[in-house]
């Protein structure tokens, strides 16, 4: 192997772990989805679903802090995430054991309206509209959407394998730019 091709090699295999090793220090994005109806009236039913991004998981309190939210809620868009104890005290904290919330949960607004969503032996909305409302959710679930930088990484280490074993095939052939293909794919890949 000559020198242009070891070179390319081990640039291209150095960013490969640089990009895997970016995505534990990035934010976490997690599907949410939850429905309910009050015990009052049984039309009455509340149905969500979206997006949290939440900071780098954090080892001493087990959790993510969800900074941001998107969705609708009854088909209404989902405005804002409240700030950590505006709304029931929510603490806008996600847990990877379940249950993933807390009893103060996460607060967000639809039409100027806000919800809490936590947990108290079951999974709860609370509602202020001038008045309180009430869902205990029958369904709930959070799904851990994987990391791009993770994936792309991936993605990089599987083209750089493809790569040298395809040199390995054709090893006859003096002046190959498939190593240049590599780097700039992995350039690429982290311009994305």
Known sequence: ?????????????????LTTMMAPV?????????????VLDPNDIVTASGRLTTNPYDSATNSYEIIDITGTRNGNPIKSLLSPGLFLDNDNLLFTETPALDEFGFAY????????????????????????????????????????SLMLGILSITVLVTINKINGRFAHLKNSIIPIWALLINALLLLL
């Open 1 to 17: 192997m000559n020198f242009d091709k070891k070179f390319a090699v081990t640039i291209s295999g150095t960013i490969c772990l």
């Open 109 to 148: 607004t639809v039409g100027g309206v806000s919800y809490n969503l936590f947990y108290t032996y079951d999974y709860i909305e609370l509602g202020e509209q001038g008045y309180y409302t009430g869902y205990p959710l029958t369904s709930f679930s959070i799904t851990s959407i994987p990391e791009s």
């Open 26 to 38: 990035s934010a976490a994005i997690f599907d949410f989805s939850y429905y309910g109806r009050t």
